[in-house]
């Protein structure tokens, strides 16, 4: 069964297994201790310190191992905003970071402090000139990731670094998705990384913080990992984790050139054998392994469960496939639809044969879904058009508000509107991406006694 879900998770990698295996034998004591298998330990430690801070780009001393990526950036954050408080409590953030950098966001901002979210374009890059405007005087910290982990578009995070330097500001880069294809653009102040993206063992994470960077350890006191990661170390995952990025870089060069070929021809041939998909992210500077698409008329979550039945493992930003019920917070910043939405993240190793066979697969998946919920082939129109009509799609879910626009829109006249009721949060995304797509005119939203009202006008 093709794995296309490398972006949340990559299979674990041979040299991981057998590195994590050796150490369960050697690397299993306290590397505190002065003993024998206490000494063992620590050169265990030591030596995949060495290893990972080689692939990051930092001296071992900056580095320090945490329980996951999560931690990692939650620690950051927090650490980094302690030490520069006498500067300022101001955060600046990208709109589409990982939901870790959103929540060390939300919680500062509930302790007193101020967050500016600086957003994207429709290809998911934040401009630079953006991000430097919001830089302040009573700026902490500055977020930023390498590469945006829905749609696979790398940041400008060389240029952003060189404002935040002018600015005096240190910059913390969450290179999560991209530390496994290669270095990060230097200039960063603090780096967090997780392993399991890069076929390391979950459990994993990096936390880089470079000489001379202002940082306060919060939470109790403890003598391990410089004092930023609490608790005993994991020195079995972590030689795995060290082992596995040494081997998963060494591969990178030529590994991403073929991941890369394989992703351009998903890019290319869903919307040539799929009606009425867009395919997000930029098509020049993104991930090499990672592609995402939406497909109008779609329940995201109905999409993926047929294509696990179909045999492949694929993830969603679709608000449909959530249990909130709320689009994905990248999808939505970037003004791109949303329902129908398919992340395809390609592992090390992808067969050409399985990319094909997926191709072979969608465009009957994505029509029988779109059957089972009564989407229009193409709007049709009946008798005397009215010169406004409006859709009560209230209490519906996506994509059912979008499918009856669609149904209705050749019942108006050019010019006339159609006024769609809908509560649904992705309603808001998804409404005014249809006019794009469709090339008519979404005049705006207006509030209603629930939910809100989106007018759309008939262009042609």
């Known amino acids: 069964m093709p794995y296309f879900d490398a972006a949340s998770a990559a299979p674990l990698h041979p040299v991981a297994r057998q590195a994590l295996l050796a150490a369960l034998d050697e690397g299993w004591a306290d590397p505190a ?18 290893a990972a801070a080689e692939a990051v780009g930092c001296r071992p001393d900056e580095l320090a191992f945490t329980s996951s990526g999560t931690r990692a950036v939650h620690s950051g954050i927090s650490g980094a905003l302690a030490g520069r408080r006498r500067v300022g409590r101001h955060l600046v953030v990208s709109a589409i970071e990982h939901s870790s950098v959103l929540h060390s966001a939300a919680d500062h901002e509930s302790r007193g402090g101020s967050v500016t979210e600086v957003g994207v374009d429709r290809s998911g890059a934040v401009s630079p ?6 830089l302040r005087e009573d700026t902490a910290l500055a977020c930023l990731q390498s590469a945006n982990h829905e749609v696979g578009t790398e940041q400008p995070v060389a240029e952003v670094a060189g404002l935040c330097r002018d600015a005096g500001v240190p910059l913390l880069v969450d290179a999560a998705q991209s530390l496994g294809q290669g270095p990060v653009p ?27 960077v202002r940082f306060a350890v919060q939470g109790p006191a403890d003598e391990r990992e410089s004092g930023r990661a609490a608790g005993f170390e994991n020195i079995p995952a972590i030689v795995a984790a060290a082992a596995s990025l040494r081997a998963v870089r060494a591969e990178a060069a030529a590994e991403s050139v073929r991941l890369r070929a394989l992703v351009e021809r998903i890019r290319s041939r869903v919307p040539a054998l799929v009606p009425d998909v867009e395919v997000v992210g930029d098509p020049v500077r993104r991930l090499p392994h990672l592609v995402t698409f939406s497909c109008l008329y779609v329940d995201g979550e109905t999409l993926l469960h047929e294509l696990d039945r179909a045999g492949f493992s694929v993830s969603s930003g679709s608000s449909c496939t959530s249990s909130t019920l709320t689009p994905s917070h990248v999808l939505k910043a970037m003004g791109v639809l949303s329902e129908g939405n398919v992340r395809v993240s390609l592992p090390a190793g992808t067969a050409g044969e399985d990319v094909d066979r997926f191709l072979d697969v969608l465009p009957g998946v994505v029509a029988g879904v779109r059957e089972k919920l009564g989407a229009p082939a193409a709007a049709a129109s009946s008798g005397t058009p009215a010169a406004s009509l409006v859709v009560d799609a209230l209490g519906r879910r996506c994509p059912i508000p979008v499918i009856e626009l669609a149904k209705v829109i050749a019942g108006v006249p050019v010019g006339g509107t159609v006024t769609v009721l809908s509560d649904d949060e992705a309603a808001r995304l998804d409404i005014p991406a249809w006019c794009a797509m469709r090339e008519q005119e979404y005049v705006g939203e207006e509030p209603a006694d629930r939910g809100s009202a989106y007018v759309v006008r008939r262009l042609s």
């Open 33 to 50: 201790r002065l003993y024998r298998e206490g000494r063992r330990a620590r050169l265990l430690l030591d030596a995949a310190r060495e």
């Open 129 to 134: 000139a953006a991000y430097g405007a919001a």
């Open 186 to 212: 230097g200039g960063w102040s603090l780096l967090a990384a997780s392993a399991h993206k890069w076929g390391g063992p979950p459990g994993v994470g990096l936390l880089a913080v470079r000489k001379g």
